[in-house]
């Protein structure tokens, strides 16, 4: 059964950096375009970056860009997402999400298959 597995998360302080991974069960995913999302409670879930199936294109939400990089490595079924100079704001449950075809799409309901979430606290 193809699933997405999350790691990485944890508590840090602000201005600091956390590295999310997510590992696919298979290699039908390197057809895939695949991204991150995030959830903070009482909130609706938001796009945070994506990345095409090949790993050229990436996009990220306003919010992160020149603090996020999305990344993939096809030849071991692997996204990352670095992030850093990390606030309070980013604070949430951040989960991995894949699609059939080649770029990213922005909206949750555009991804079919999802990781469990890994929490993310940004806090002193």
């Known amino acids: 059964q193809a699933q997405l597995v999350e790691s990485g998360g944890g508590l840090v302080q602000p201005g600091g950096s956390l590295r999310l991974s997510c590992a696919a069960s298979?290699?039908?995913?390197?057809?895939?375009?695949m991204a991150w999302f995030r959830q903070a409670p009482g909130k609706e879930r938001e796009f945070v970056a994506g990345?095409?199936?090949?790993?050229?294109?990436?996009d990220y939400a306003d919010s992160v860009k020149g603090r996020f990089t999305i990344s993939r490595d096809n030849a071991e079924n692997m996204m990352a997402m670095q992030m850093r100079s990390l606030k309070p704001g980013d604070t949430g449950v951040y989960y991995c999400?894949?699609?059939?075809?080649?770029?990213?799409?922005?909206?949750?309901?555009?991804?079919?298959?999802w990781g469990q979430g890994t929490q993310v606290t940004v806090s002193s």
């Open positions: 990345i095409s199936a090949n790993g050229v294109f990436a």
């Open positions: 298979n290699r039908a995913f390197r057809s895939h375009s």
């Open positions: 999400a894949s699609r059939r075809g080649d770029l990213a799409a922005l909206t949750a309901p555009s991804y079919e298959l």
